[in-house]
């Protein structure tokens, strides 16, 4: 059965007009607890995905001492608690604090930036963006306006490879040769040169706060709002680099970003002092030398390129979620693990991978693919992707855009329909 391919969620047709919201941004915090199906949840903001390893270590003893034991990354490079008993806010905040995860609690849930993780570490690149962020974040704490961003808008600091700008953030900084960089808004196909990148990114989004009026969370939202780039965006340099050895460093991926507190454990213990998380729920290692790879990949991270796991990512589904109508990542688990290709291995998405191998097609990887257990399609890639959204029976598999309809499937039918689309040129 064919259906209709669906509308980019959050997506705005140009010049249209934008209601008011009329309800609070409910982004959850590190300080605004949200209760889902399985416990209390709490989001800590990191920005740039920068952390050291104590702080690796907070988080991890965090998660097995109030919460469900398995941190799990985001699509931004933050880190979620789950299963957390609902009058923990205090004892949370507390360990958060001396960690120094917690700068500033009236602006902590709009400290979203993501930046080029592997800026300074492989040799590409036209800066090291990571002194971007730090001011960047500085900047924001210290601005009272900001405060009134919405947990939801998000800052991208690209080195210049293109990796976060296709992220498609409310304000992108883009580096460009010879120390100067490029300011894109939202999804602007057109960027401008600005000469003090931090400060044009606050004053873009300082702009958009004071006339977008509390009707939009996002630039998308309002298209026509603040004044165009000047040049054409320009083409990416390409995606992160794939996981394993770097040039300085190692690079590593989680299963949908979730991983026990032993894990993080040991990669905290493994790294040189600074982890990178990424928006791709993976790490970067600076300094770290290729022969650490093998003890983390008995721990169960991905550790090598061009498997099916490469740019999977779901939901959380149920049992955490109540809107969600399938357990999302167990069935993804087991597609990826078991579809096409792939050799048998254990189908819970904390398990370590068997020999699942990325689904090939002419011109390049494999599409990323998300699945969601509703609607919302919470935490979906940007760009070209296949959704797999849960029908209560089965699943609808779309290959957004591209022109290949959607396909309604059984569980059991959806690990091949994925391959397949997957393929799409």
């Known amino acids: ?69 398995a941190p799990e990354t985001t699509s931004r490079g933050n880190v979620q608690l789950r299963g957390l008993p609902s009058d923990c806010g205090a004892e949370l905040a507390r360990r958060l604090r001396e960690a120094g995860l917690l700068p500033s609690e009236t602006h902590e849930r709009v400290r979203n930036i993501v930046a080029s993780p592997y800026a300074g570490v492989d040799g590409r690149g036209h800066a090291d963006v990571q002194g971007w962020v730090r001011a960047l974040d500085a900047e924001l704490c210290a601005s009272g306006w900001a405060a009134g961003l919405s947990g939801k808008f998000l800052f991208a600091l690209d080195d210049g490879r293109g990796d976060v700008a296709a992220l498609d953030a409310d304000v992108t900084l883009i580096a460009a040769p010879g120390g100067t960089a490029l300011l894109r808004l939202g999804r602007a196909g057109t960027v401008r040169p600005v000469g ?111 498997t099916a796991w490469d740019r999977a990512t779901a939901c959380t589904g149920l049992p955490g979620c109540a809107k969600s109508l399938a357990d999302v990542r167990t069935d993804a688990a087991r597609a990826l693990e078991h579809g096409p290709g792939a050799a048998p291995a254990a189908a819970h998405p904390d398990a370590p991978s068997g020999a699942a191998r990325a689904p090939e097609r002419a011109g390049g990887a494999a599409l990323p693919v998300h699945w969601s257990g509703c609607e919302r399609r919470c935490g979906h890639p940007a760009g070209r992707w296949v959704d797999v959204l849960a029908l209560g029976q089965g699943y609808r598999v779309t290959p957004v855009g591209t022109p290949a309809p959607s396909v309604d499937v059984t569980t059991e039918e959806m690990a091949e329909a994925v391959a397949e689309a997957r393929r799409i040129t």
Not at 28 to 33: F, M, V
Not at 54 to 65: F, I, M, N, S, T
Not at 253 to 262: E, L, P, S, V
């Open 196 to 306: 003090a990148p931090v400060a044009a990114a606050l004053a873009a989004a300082r702009d958009f706060l004071a006339a977008a009026e509390g009707r939009a969370w996002h630039l998308r939202e309002l298209p026509d709002l603040l004044p165009p780039g000047t040049e054409p965006l320009p083409a990416p340099a390409g995606g992160p680099p794939a996981l394993g050895a770097l040039p300085g460093g190692i690079a590593v991926g989680t299963r949908f970003g979730r991983a026990a507190a032993d894990r993080w454990r040991l990669l905290a213990e493994v790294s040189a002092g600074e982890i990178r998380l990424t928006p791709w729920r993976g790490a970067v290692l600076p300094g770290v030398p290729a022969a650490r790879l093998p003890d983390l990949a008995a721990a169960g991270f991905l550790t090598r390129p061009g």
């Open 1 to 69: 059965m064919l259906a209709a391919m669906p509308a980019s969620p959050d997506a705005a047709a140009r010049g249209s007009a934008v209601p008011g919201r009329g309800r609070a941004d409910a982004c959850p915090g590190a300080l605004r607890l949200h209760t889902a199906d399985d416990g209390a949840l709490a989001r800590v903001r990191l920005p740039g995905g920068l952390l050291t390893a104590r702080q690796l270590v907070a988080l991890a003893d965090a998660a097995e001492q109030l919460g469900d034991g």
